[in-house]
């Protein structure tokens, strides 16, 4: 079965500091994608990070990186210099693209990261 | 360019009622994917569509809820015999395509739908 596991509901950081979020993940297939979400108060859901399976390097954006350990099935979200408009819901969610796979996204439970000033 | 759409924003209804919720995705997207996020579930895959086509309907809860797609665009979900546990933000998605991995989905802002 295809399961993304957030294990942290709730997490704080200092404004300008760093966090990490953690995902871990489960899946026999051999090519899928990860991805991470942000969920503002407003409700829209805003597109991250991907880190694919067979990518060599972990995945950068701007602030955002991930940290793809692929044997432990873990991709964790690193928000480095933490802004006060960080503070959201954060989602991971997996991509499975084996044949006759529709590409729905699996998601986490979230984590609720507020940044304190 | 413009994002995928959704209308309405909010939507109120009686029990037992029908609604339509609306879609518009990003133009020249051929995927798109209806979800749902409720307290309880999460946030759950309802159906995909590869131009008009549901291929994947399994999401769905049950048979009151339908959704067609129009001209490869835009998307209609209706919910027939609205329940309270159907209180709930939908939440519509699209891709260029669905074939890849790397294949992003981009949501909309959601209808938040509560059945009174």
């Known amino acids: 079965a295809q399961k993304i596991t957030q294990t942290q509901p709730g997490m704080f950081v200092q404004e300008k500091e760093a966090v990490t979020l953690d995902c871990t993940y489960d899946?026999?297939?051999?090519?899928?994608?990860l991805f991470w979400y942000k969920q503002p108060s407003s409700g829209e859901m805003i597109f991250l990070i991907y880190?694919?399976?067979?990518?060599?390097q972990n995945a950068t954006e701007g602030r955002y990186s991930l940290n793809f350990q692929k044997a432990r099935k873990s991709a964790n979200l690193v928000i480095s210099a933490s802004q006060l408009g960080d503070s959201a819901m954060y989602f991971c969610a997996m991509r499975v693209t084996s044949s006759g796979n529709t590409g729905k996204l699996i998601f986490g439970q979230g984590t609720t990261l507020q940044v304190k000033p | 360019g413009a994002g995928v759409s959704q209308s309405p924003s909010n939507k109120v209804t009686e029990k037992g009622k029908d609604v339509e919720l609306r879609c518009d995705p990003i133009?020249?997207?051929?995927?798109l994917y209806w979800y749902r996020q409720s307290l309880g579930q999460g946030l759950e895959f309802l159906i995909y569509f590869q131009g008009n086509s549901a291929p994947d309907k399994s999401g769905l809860p049950s048979d009151r809820f339908s959704a067609e797609r129009t001209g490869g665009s835009v998307s209609t979900l209706t919910i027939q015999r609205t329940q309270q546990e159907d209180s709930a933000v939908y939440l519509c998605?699209?891709?260029?395509?669905?074939?890849?991995?790397?294949?992003?989905?981009?949501f909309g802002p959601g209808t938040r739908l509560l059945v009174l």
């Open positions: 880190q694919g399976s067979y990518d060599q």
């Open positions: 899946t026999s297939d051999p090519s899928y994608g």
């Open positions: 133009s020249g997207h051929t995927a």
């Open positions: 998605a699209s891709s260029l395509t669905r074939g890849t991995a790397q294949e992003t989905q981009y």
